[in-house]
């Protein structure tokens, strides 16, 4: 079992054991089952049809839907969402934070947070978030990922958010957080799931389909704004018992930290988090259901080296491929690596793990435009290096290419690429 699916599988078993009932029966091998045939947006399914869930670096620019199943499949579901979908809030889109200014003093309203509001109780969100954030953040090896533990905790409209956990460096800020619906259940919608966090992501913006709101989640620091990128959230079953639906539900987003961000020792970042009904408005003017939720926190930004490898490139089956440069972050080192498409009426996206259509999870590949792709690897490179590509899968994007091979190609590498990595 690939390290990949053990880290999944890790966090997909906390999620199960402390989003079910003790006296539940064991939902485990169904989410063990789904894990292992989940798919990404433009994979074919069993009946030739093509799935429509957007996934970070497929090319899709559509925001999942609401979960529509029972606690297994909503975990299940995660599997698919932990993979760098550009999503947030699983039924709603992701995204884009408005431009509000750097953090300032100044009377906080009240639900705004503070380094001095802490939270007392939080009953299983904590350990969810930290859960999906260690996806995120894979340089941080097993146990509590790396980052500044926040815990600040606003109460308000019904609802409890609580800011967890932070890391930043020159690249990327990565939070976590949870969202509590305290309301009766018969004050919540039975189709919603309750209460649920609405950002837009940077790739999002202006798709169809996306609501055009001013009422958005965001993030801003001094540097200026960062958008959102990558996240993933826990979402209740609207079927869910009363109970379940007050649960705290997890949720992870990365941002992408704008140019000219510093390393320093303390950086003062401003999280603002709006809440509504199904984890979307559903018209441009419509205030949040709750909230929004201001946290004002500092934490340190950590330098991220950048290894220039030259255009190293490398030669499989017929198509090239080439390893640009390694930004060898501490927690979330990435390789840029770009390739011409071999067809182009396929979409192309490269894979470092052995996954057969996504049968076993990746860590998070992402577009970067002009044939580039920013591969997550598994560990910060230390002296004599390696990234390797497994894979080039190919997903049908003209009527022609569905007509000749609706399910899609893919070309085995491996594409193997060797460096020296400066010492730190």
Known sequence: MSEQRRRLEGALRGCAERGAPADTVDLWPAVRERVGGARVEGTPTDDGRTDGGARAGSGARRPLRPVQAPLAVALAALSVLILGLIVFAASGPVGEFVENGPPGPGAPDPREATESDRSDSVTGGEEVSDGLLAHYLPGGGEGTPPGEEIDQTKTADGAK????????????????????DLRDAREIDERSGGLQPFFVGTNDEGQPGIPSSPHRGSLVGEGGDYGLIDGTSMVADPRSSPEELRKPMAHASVFEAPEGLEPSRDHRFRLEVPLYESGSPTREDQEPDAGPFVFHFEIPVRATPVVELGQQKATRNGVTLTLERVVDSPSRPQAIVCFDPPDDDYLWRPSTAPTGFQREEPLPVREL????????????????????VTELFGYPRTEQAMQEDEDGKQIRGPWTFEFEAPAP
């Open 369 to 388: 435009g002009g044939g580039c792709w920013s591969l997550t690897l598994e560990e910060p490179a230390e002296s004599r290096s390696s990234v390797t």
């Open 161 to 180: 958010v609580t800011l967890e956990r932070a890391y930043a460096d020159e690249g990327v800020v990565v939070v976590g957080y949870s969202v509590q």
